[in-house]
């Protein structure tokens, strides 16, 4: 049997507007147009879809079935026509992605270059926050997609894994910390620190652990990036706090050296939450699973 979008399109206005002429003129095509195609239809179904009557038409029970199957198709054909529309360029898409420090300063920028690169049509906006903040977003819909820290509960977000993450100390080479394999924070509390601003996620979240030692950081410089502080710690300004991913990095290029800390919220799981998969457009579903692949 033969059919197309139009006549689909036809059923289900008439069904809307329990009218032949309101229907037609919402195409636009003349009334007798609309009714010899819904008349060819009908015949071609071998099926009476509406009861015609002097008020209006009314589906039948055969109609209201195949109306639902109609919408069906309507909204695959329309989901269709937005993808290549999107895929070719003329559409733009945005997404929000909320992510902590660590998360947008080291792992996300790698990760999001090849999806970008596949996905020419997509704007990113990607927003610093606290984990705890990153969870509120989510949930109050204000992003699509967070990158938080894996020991907060998630109070019903779709939680899935993203990267290992671990803070260290880095510190000038011969200094006397670097001479100790392993430390807690409190040991390094007499030293000065090198820290991002205050403002920054992760810098809270430092300053917060030391005040829980009953004894803030001795802040000499705050920096704007892991680079700058990591410059700052090879000229012997103070020591800082740095995921180890970037303080590898700087550990090979600088004079600097890595002690790790024993303190357990040193060590957290980075993870990708959501409201739900079907919460998400058929884009930030393709994000999702981009950055939980890699």
Sequence with gaps: MHFDLIDLRLLSAIAATGSLSKAAATFPVAVSAASTRLRLFEQRCGLTLFTRKADGMVLTPVGRLILERSRKVINEADGLKDAINELAGQRRISLNLSATTVANSTFLPATLGPFLADYPEVDLQLVEQKSIEV???????????????????????????????????????GHPLAERQMIELRDALDHPFVC????????????EMATRQAMPLRVRVRAPSFDAIAQLVAQRVGIALLPEAAAARFALELPVSIVTLK?????RELRICIQSW?????????????????
């Design 263 to 267: 303190d357990a919220w040193a060590t």
């Design 278 to 294: 079907e919460s998400l457009s058929s884009h930030a579903r393709q994000l999702v699973a981009f950055l939980a692949g890699h």
């Design 196 to 207: 991002l601003p205050a403002e920054r996620a992760m810098q809270r979240f430092v300053e």
């Design 135 to 173: 969870l509120r977003a989510v949930r109050s819909g204000e992003c699509e997609i967070g990158v938080y820290d894996g020991n907060l509960p998630t109070e019903g977000l779709l939680s899935l894994p993203f990267r290992d993450d671990k803070l260290v100390m880095l510190t000038p080479q």
